[in-house]
Antibody, heavy 119, light 108 residues
């Protein structure tokens, strides 16, 4: 059974960089035709797609966040990462990692991790 | 960006009743690239329907999706206690992928 687990600091200071890791077990992130994604959920903005990547090195970001987002992956350890720079209180949210079929719908999700931006 | 609007915001029903949830897109969703998710409190969303009408693996047949273009519907034929949750639609026909604001189905 595929499982995804987010990890990272639960508290980030304003203007700093949010960094999260998604560890995947029960399947490889180097498997076609799956993409791997980050999604966040906040009371104010609901569910928001942050970005997706394919193991061959294609990355797609939400234009609203693209200037501050970097996704990367370590296929040898079956993990992928999110970095979001210059965070503000508006970036406070539950961050989910997810598997995405063909770059379309999200069929497996991690449990989510709450990240609070506060000094 | 394709904006999704869901109605109603809240649906108050009793177990055993049927539910009809609507999702309307600001522009036509290409190839019916629309999915529905269920989210229970404290949990991640769960994929119910993709391609507007295909049930995901393990989803009971009381859940059905329909629609095309800009208007989509999720129907729950007979509500079970575990179906009281929030439901989201999501389009993946155009980038950026977007989600609707959700419909909460609660117990009357």
């Amino acid at each position: 059974q595929l499982q995804l687990q987010e990890s990272g600091p639960g508290l980030v200071k304003p203007s700093e960089t949010l960094s999260l890791t998604c560890t995947v077990s029960g399947g490889s992130i180097s498997t076609s035709p799956y993409y791997w994604a980050w999604i966040r959920q906040s009371p104010g903005k609901g569910l928001e797609w942050i970005g997706s990547f394919y193991y061959t090195g294609r990355f797609y970001y939400n234009p609203s966040l693209e200037s501050r987002v970097t996704m990367s992956a370590d296929t040898s350890k079956n993990r992928f990462f999110l970095q979001l720079t210059s965070v503000t209180a508006a970036d406070t949210a539950v961050y989910f990692c997810a598997r995405q079929r063909n770059g379309w719908e999200f069929d497996y999700w991690g449990q989510g991790t709450l990240v609070t931006v506060s000094s | 960006e394709t904006v999704l609007t869901q109605s109603p915001g809240t649906l108050s029903l009793s177990p055993g009743e049927g539910a009809t949830l609507s999702c309307r897109a600001s522009q036509s969703v290409s190839r019916s690239f629309l999915a529905w998710y269920q989210q229970r409190p404290g949990q991640a969303p769960r994929l119910l329907v993709y391609g507007a009408s295909s049930r995901a693996t393990g989803i009971p047949d009381r859940f059905s999706g329909s629609g095309s273009g800009t208007d989509f519907t999720l129907t729950i034929s007979r509500l079970e206690p575990e179906d009281f949750a929030v439901y989201y639609c999501q389009q993946y026909g155009t980038s950026p992928l977007t989600f609707g604001p959700g419909t909460k189905v609660d117990i009357k």
